[in-house]
């Protein structure tokens, strides 16, 4: 029977992994909060960290609650094989109790025990249907897996899941509104130099750019960079 005071701590701690996450901050930002909360969230674990997959192939370590753990991530991408790679291609949770038990992964497990992990646990962190990463969790201190841990990580890996396509989706709205400002104080300093009405302005921007074959935004950029140092040098004077 499941102590109700340790469900209200572990409730306690997923409120407070969860306000972690969406407090107003980047993405990095984000999931070191993730990584640094969720050892006290999910009972019997010490280290965890945050695997994203891209669609090119490439895996990365987006946040990590020690070095350890970050060696114990390259161990799996070096070998291509792990909980964590198996977490990207298999619906549910991948639990390994004992490390040194474990018969999978022939080209990992021994460097896992050499790093020192006792016991690993990883979930899939989807965008939807897809997956696109996992939430790694290691013990090097305990061999075992607490019944509750795989639910309460699931739980907590749809969270992180959330955050990340939602903080994804912001990082691009920002982007693409700093880039229409930027473009748009561009257009302004050529229709000031040239005298030229802003939709002439404009093609004058997307001309230099198809040209010298550099983004439109990189163009812009520059061009406001120099109006302003031109700018800073005559009120200097």
């Known amino acids: 029977m499941t102590d109700p005071n340790t469900t209200s701590r572990l409730a306690d701690r997923i409120a407070e992994a969860a306000e972690a996450i969406n407090t107003p901050r980047t ?34 370590t987006r946040a990590a609650s020690s070095g350890l753990v970050e060696k114990l ?43 020192g992990a006792t016991a690993q646990m990883a979930v899939p962190l989807r965008n939807g249907s897809e ?12 061999e075992g897996i607490d019944p509750e841990a795989p639910d309460i990580a699931a739980l907590f890996a749809t969270h992180v899941g959330l955050a990340l396509g939602w903080a994804r989706n912001e990082e691009q ?14 257009v302004g300093v050529v229709m000031e ?5 802003e939709a002439k302005a404009f ?5 230099v750019s198809s040209t010298g074959n550099i ?8 061009l406001v960079a120099q109006s302003d140092a031109r700018y800073t040098f005559k009120d200097s004077k």
């Not at 997956?131 to 305990?142: D, I, P, Q």
């Not at 693409?176 to 561009?186: E, F």
């Open 203 to 207: 093609a004058f921007l997307a001309r």
């Open 27 to 60: 993405v990095d930002e984000r999931v070191q909060a993730v990584v640094e909360v969720a050892p006290d969230t999910i009972p019997g674990f010490d280290q965890v960290s945050i695997s994203l997959a891209y669609r090119d192939g490439a895996v990365e």
């Open 215 to 222: 983004k439109l935004r990189d163009v812009a950029q520059e």
């Open 193 to 197: 130099r040239f005298q030229i009405d």
């Open 131 to 142: 997956v696109r990463g996992a939430l790694n969790l290691y013990s090097t201190t305990t």
């Open 173 to 186: 709205l920002t982007a693409a509104l700093a880039t229409r400002k930027v473009i748009g104080q561009a």
């Open 73 to 115: 991530d390259l161990i799996q991408y070096d070998a291509a094989e792990g909980p964590c790679f198996e977490a990207f291609t298999r619906p549910g949770v991948v639990m390994v109790p004992s490390i040194r038990h474990e018969l999978r992964w022939p080209a990992y497990i021994p460097r896992a025990i050499k790093a």
